[in-house]
Structures are given as structure tokens and as C-alpha cells.
């Protein structure tokens, strides 16, 4: 194998790079790791803070939200007549010392009074207590009555089991969740409330099914959960003579199709709902039941609702899944990573054999100017004698 080639008298080693070719690889390592590093430590950052959704929020509020969004999406919410959320903007806001007009949070605070005028209650009240459809902390108040006490439940069990019964489209998902609710409003009571989280969850997840707003994955994993759970079949045949003036039949049905110890992660996502509740409002529940794609991503959403609260909802408005969940997926930042040490390790080594050819060199240049002088001594002292 040719190594060295002569040109004339330039000569090429190819068993090592140039001196001037090493020094080029290093330049461009070095541009390529100022470029790559900062990056990378942004990679790390958001690696490091991946498993908690509140500093991850957090962090992109930084940059996603000032006073310009923040006015924004106050007038956006006041004009769907939705002042809760203009509210949590407005805290958001408090929260991060954004700085708002003085009219703008006058207007949200009159929008809220609005809102909570005792006529305006007790609509909401009797709203979520007859059809079950709650969409405040009120009429989630009569929702919960309805449920807890069986009634709501019941309902919404008669209705869907006569459709399955009699073999018409029935929406076995509210079906399932209202078996399940009433097998467990009994462990309700025995435990003096403290199942109530997902009693209450349970019941936002209903609603939620019935307004449209639950996720179509989430849908689908409750869905999943409810065929372990219910004994469809049984719980036909069990719904068949049942009636609201009998409800006694339809409890005793559900309570032998129902197998309650196969229902620990249902049971778990109805209690990250009702604590998403319980922290950050009703709304802020349905609003994390449409956002997050499975179980897991509940729960994170309840724990960015037990830091932030009423603010929940305004941070899901602005940020979606990113609230809880990183936008780049973790190959891509560990890439970023990658890549930058990969420069700085070429930076590195290529100055490392850069230096090592460098003082190579010279000791050769040395030690040959050294023999070169050493034979013409020798020659002079041989040509005396």
C-alpha cells in the first residue's frame, strides 16, 4: 500500500493527516460546537424537568406568554362569554407580574359577578342535576347530588341499557361509567367521602362523554378499561325489566355485572379527574379530559392543577399538550446532545493530533539539524587528521 507520494518537492504522507488539515477539522468542530452546545444544554434542561409538568409549563410561559397573548386571550374568552377562563388569565398574569390594563381585569371581574348572580346558580344547579351535564363548579354541584345519591347514575344507565337491550345505538362508554359509579357510591358512603374524587371524577368524565369534550385516545383507553370491567351481556339481560320507579332492579343488576376489582386504573384516572376538580375548577377537568391522550397524561395534568390551580385553565388554553408533555420528543433533544459532543470531542481531538504532529515535527527538525552537525563535525575532524 502506497503511503507516501511525491510530487516534485512537495511530498504527501498519507499514514497521517496535514498539520493544516487537522487545524481546518478542529475550526470546523469548533464552529460546529459553538452552534451545537447551547442547544445541547437547552436539551438538557428539558430533559431534566420532562417528568414535572409544572416546571415544564413553567418554563415555556416564559417564552409563550406576555401582555400582548395575555390581553389576547382575555378578550378572546369575554367575547365566548366564558369568564372563568378570562379569569384564569387574568391571575396567570397576577401570577407571572405580566401587566394588564386596568379596564381589561375591571371587565373580567364584572363578567364574573355576572356569572355568579344567585339566579344564575340555581339555573346551573338544576342544569347539572337533571341532565347531567355540568359545566361550572355549580351545576357540577347538582351532577354530583344526582350521582352520589344513585339518581344520576341510574338515569344514565336506564337509558343507554334500554338502547343496548332493545338493540339500538347505545353509548356503552357513559353506560360503563355509570355502572361503575353506582357500584362504587356505596364504598362512598361506607368510607364517609372518601372515594369521592373519582365519584366526582367519574361523573366529570361522563359529562365530558356527553358534551364532547373527552379525547378521542383517552375515549378509547376507557373504552378498553370498561370490557375488563363490565359484564355486558349479564348487565343487558339485568337492565331489561329495570325502570326509574324500580330502581332497586337496576342497582342489584349492576352491581352483579360489575367487577370492581378489575376497575384499580379506571378508578385511578376518575380520581387524577376529581382532583383536577377539586384544585382548578370543573371547566379546568374537562379541559384536561380533552387535552391528554391517556391515564398518565391525567395525572400529570392534576399535578400541574395542584401547583397552579385556578391558573390551570388558562395554561391549558395557551399550551395544549405541551403543558404537559415536551413538544420535541426525547430522541430529538438527546440528538442535539449527541451531536454537540461529538463536535466537541472532534474540536478535541483533532487540536490533540494537531499539537502531537506539531511538536513531532519539530523534535525531528531538531534532531536531524543535530546529526547534520554532529557529521560535519566528524568531517572536519576526519579531514584534519
Known sequence: ????????????????????????????????????????????????????????????????????????????????????????????????????????????????????????????????????????????????????????????????????ATGQEADRLILGLACVGIAITAGTYATLGAGSPARIGLSVVKAARKTGRLGTRLGEWIARSLRGVVDWSGLRKGLAGASLTEPALAV??????????????????????GRVQTKAGTKAALDGLKTANGPVEMARIAKLAEKNGNKTRAILKLLGRGAIALTLAALDLALWIFWALLMLFGFVSSMKAAVERTTRRRYVRKKAKRAAEQHRRLAVATGQS
Open 1 to 164: 500500500m502506497i503511503s507516501i507520494v511525491k510530487f516534485g518537492r512537495y511530498r504527501l504522507d498519507f499514514r497521517q493527516p496535514p498539520i493544516r488539515l487537522l487545524m481546518l477539522a478542529a475550526a470546523l468542530c469548533l464552529l460546529g460546537a459553538v452552534v451545537l452546545v447551547p442547544r445541547a444544554v437547552e436539551s438538557v434542561n428539558w430533559l431534566l424537568i420532562e417528568d414535572d409538568p409544572a416546571a415544564l409549563a413553567d418554563r415555556k410561559l416564559a417564552t409563550a406568554f406576555d401582555a400582548t397573548v395575555a390581553a389576547r386571550e382575555i378578550e378572546a374568552a369575554l367575547a365566548a362569554k366564558d369568564a372563568e377562563l378570562a379569569k384564569s388569565f387574568v391571575e396567570l398574569a397576577q401570577d407571572r407580574q405580566v401587566p394588564l390594563a386596568p379596564d381589561l381585569a375591571e371587565k373580567v371581574e364584572a363578567a364574573v359577578k355576572a356569572e355568579n348572580t344567585p339566579a344564575a346558580k340555581a339555573g346551573s344547579f338544576t342544569r347539572g342535576l337533571i341532565t347531567g351535564e355540568p359545566d361550572d363548579l355549580v351545576s357540577l354541584a347538582g351532577t354530583a347530588l344526582g350521582d352520589l345519591f344513585v339518581f344520576g347514575d341510574i338515569r344514565d344507565a336506564l337509558r343507554e341499557g334500554t338502547r343496548l
Open 252 to 273: 342489584r343488576a349492576v352491581r352483579e355485572a360489575v367487577k370492581v376489582e378489575k376497575a384499580d386504573d379506571l378508578l385511578r384516572l376518575a380520581r387524577d379527574v
